[in-house]
């Protein structure tokens, strides 16, 4: 079975929708043995109201056992006092906020010390795939280090970093999926299997699966895995190990 911590349900304004429905994507991806989740909501980076993207996620969600959602949160909307879920999603860029700010500290330490895994989504395009009138630049990785180490007591997972920000990430708090990381050999480079002994190595037990579904395709993901030469239980850690681990062995509804 595989768990994957990054699958997004709604629409992406940029792109032709791959699935009328999170039903749909959820069957599609149940074809590559992905039969647990983390989902966010498409909708939600650029949503004037997230109370009722988090709503629609919830519901949908609900319909699907082992798939729960990640509601996006952000400082300044107050529903965060009151969240209880198991994951939430910071959009920093999209929402204009820093990771730093006093504000943001002070939510997610309330949601740390209630259990909420933190998922910093690091951008949803590549670059060369934004609208020339809607250039979002990432999360800088020296802000989400500066972050996770403000918050020893956070569980953390940075969603589609590059190769070199997901190595770059310092801190024992900070997961990282893989979905965006897109070089030849690529997991073989980043857990330092390549045989660079100088390179950051970054360790397997804290590497999740993620598809980047629907704006990426789980075919991709599941290939760079299996063709990375990782031995059999680095393979399970990967695919739902760790996530267990994360999530206290609560990756069920």
Known sequence: ????????????????????????ELNHLAGFGIRGGVVRSLDAPLAGNLEEANRQLSEECAAHPGFF?????????????????????????????????????????????????LFIVAREEDPRGQHPLCRIPPVPVADVNRFAAALPEARIVLLNGYLGEVASLEADNVYAE?????????????????????????????LLFGSGSPLLYPSAAVAKLHDAGLNEESV???????????????IGN
Not at 8 to 18: N, T
Not at 73 to 98: C, I, N, Q, S, T
Not at 189 to 205: A, H, I, N, Q, T
Request: hydrophobic share 40%.
């Open 1 to 24: 079975m595989i768990f994957d911590v990054n699958i997004a349900g709604g629409r992406w304004p940029f792109r032709p929708a791959r699935f009328k429905t999170l039903t749909e």
């Open 69 to 117: 959602p990640a509601a996006a949160l952000r400082p300044d909307y107050g529903a965060w006092r009151e969240y209880r879920g198991k994951a939430a999603a910071l959009y920093p860029v999209f929402h204009g906020y820093e990771l730093h700010d006093e504000r943001t500290l002070e939510m997610g330490s309330f949601l740390a010390k209630q259990g909420t895994v």
């Open 178 to 206: 893989f979905s965006s990381v897109e070089t030849l050999n690529s997991l073989r480079v980043l857990l330092g299997m390549d045989g660079v002994s100088s390179r950051r190595k970054f360790p397997v037990e804290r």
């Open 236 to 250: 399970r850690q990967i695919k739902s190990i760790n996530a267990g681990r994360l999530f206290h062995g609560k």
